[in-house]
């Protein structure tokens, strides 16, 4: 095979000069090599091809920079002929990485070469998704299919436009910040950006543990601030009033308002109500209604019991709220019916008619007031009149108490000062009656 270059003298013992072969048939310039030695110039004129940077002027003063050269350039033949086994390529990747001359590297046919898209495809997927099976069965945690289409849609919207094509592998932590600046985003609620960021990088940490790749791009991107809104909730007096008045415009939004303020239920736990739940002496709280899943087991996973007065008339209320229904079949007819009689309504309207209600009565503020404040109200309420947190546990349907001591910052505040001033009547009672004790003895004293 002819070389692609050819060597030339200009006088006997003197350097030798290259020239290369151009892609349309002629030739270079003539090159100095900067040395006589017809091997050494093989060596330089092949760096220089291989490398393409041939020098304008050979300064043969230089006889160490051009033995690395040729160290570097006997490096790249070996890396180009030589058979590597596995081991030999992690070693030479890890060493790049760790002179941070590389973030990552894709080798073929391993699991970092797998798309970010073939993973993202089913990660959130909720009847095909490891993640969710994993954790079911690893920790007993339980994902809800809710979550995981949210997870989905903003993956869809935000990470996959971005990052769709690239290896599961080269993936950096500076492609997800630069999607993480976008304006569209960083005009987002706190919690809705933290929530975008946990779309993408579960399943990247998923990814580093199950092995699909040793590049940690997940790890500290800085999530928003959130502080929980303090939850506003009616007084006793507004609630009432609500109820009393003339301010709804859907019967139905009215019904399922009532039930929450009166059980502190769920907004799917009342659209999951059916005939067979309303009892005589109150309502059976069994099952709650997803858009996805349909008909489910409670938010904790458990039933329970809620007692309502027997001569309210909200029994009344509910039942013909369940024969309104155009497909009603007895007890398994929903009550709170929507478009299609065989699904419950949308709970998002009860909130609208609400805030209505609130509006036409002149409420200060209708936005501070939602559909869920009514369980709070609830809870609020129990507090005020039962010492045992157990019991308003066992009615609500909390799993701890932690969750429940935040209603404490419901109680109303005449009830909180007469339950106070009666409280601390009892705690110093003997303190107050040692005191008239001793005033009397004082008295005694100064008059002798």
């Excluded at 350097?15 to 002629?26: E, H, K, S, T, W």
């Excluded at 769920?266 to 309303?278: F, P, S, T, Y």
């Excluded at 001033?421 to 001793?438: G, M, Q, R």
């Amino acid at each position: 095979m002819a070389k692609p270059f050819t060597f030339s003298t200009k006088r006997a013992g003197g350097n030798i000069y290259v020239q290369f072969a151009l892609p349309d048939g002629g030739r270079t310039f003539q090159k100095s090599t900067g040395t006589s030695n017809r091997k050494e110039a093989e060596k330089i004129a092949m760096e220089w091809l291989v490398n393409g940077n041939i020098p304008e002027r050979i300064n043969s003063a230089k006889p160490s920079e051009s033995k690395l050269n040729m160290d570097k350039l006997a490096l790249f033949n070996n890396l180009k002929t030589y058979d590597f086994e596995e081991e030999d390529i992690c070693k030479i990747i890890k060493i790049l990485k760790d002179r941070k001359i590389i973030i990552s590297a894709i080798r073929p046919k391993t699991k970092e070469s797998i798309l970010i898209d073939d993973i993202l495809e089913t990660f959130w997927n909720y009847e095909e998704s490891p993640y969710v099976k994993s954790m079911a069965a690893e920790t007993g945690k339980i994902i809800s299919m809710s979550y995981c289409k949210t997870c989905e849609s903003r993956v869809r919207l935000y990470w996959l436009p971005a990052l769709k094509g690239k290896y599961i592998g080269e993936i950096t932590k500076d492609d997800l910040k630069s999607v993480l600046a976008e304006k569209r985003i960083q005009t987002l609620a706190p919690k809705t950006i933290n929530g975008i960021i946990d779309s993408i990088t579960i399943p990247l940490k998923w990814a580093f543990n199950e092995g699909y790749t040793e590049n940690i791009c997940y790890e500290g991107l800085r999530r928003k601030t959130t502080k929980s809104q303090e939850r506003h909730i009616l007084t006793m007096d507004e609630a009432e009033n609500l109820f009393h008045g003339d301010y709804w415009d859907n019967d139905a939004a009215r019904v399922a308002n009532r039930v929450a303020m009166h059980t502190g239920m769920r907004a799917g736990e009342i659209a999951a109500l059916r005939v067979k739940d309303i009892q005589p002496d109150g309502i059976h709280v069994g099952s709650s209604w997803c858009k996805y899943m349909g008909l489910k087991s409670c938010k904790n996973g458990e039933e329970r019991d809620i007692p309502i007065p027997i001569s309210d008339e909200l029994r009344e209320e509910l039942m013909i709220q369940a024969q309104m229904n155009p497909y009603f079949d007895g007890d398994e007819s929903f009550i709170f019916f929507g478009m299609d009689p065989t699904k419950p309504a949308c709970s998002k309207q009860w909130n609208k008619y609400l805030k209505r209600a609130l509006t036409l009565m002149k409420y200060p503020n209708p936005k501070e007031i939602c559909f869920h404040s009514w369980r709070h109200f609830f809870c609020s309420r129990m507090l005020d009149v039962i010492p045992d947190k157990r019991v308003v546990m066992a009615l609500s349907g909390h799993k701890t108490t932690a969750m429940l001591d935040q209603y404490g910052k419901h109680l109303e505040q005449e009830k909180t000062l007469a339950i106070a001033k009666k409280a601390i009547k009892e705690v110093f009672k003997n303190e107050s009656t040692n005191e008239a004790v001793e005033i009397k003895n004082f008295k005694m004293v100064a008059n002798m």
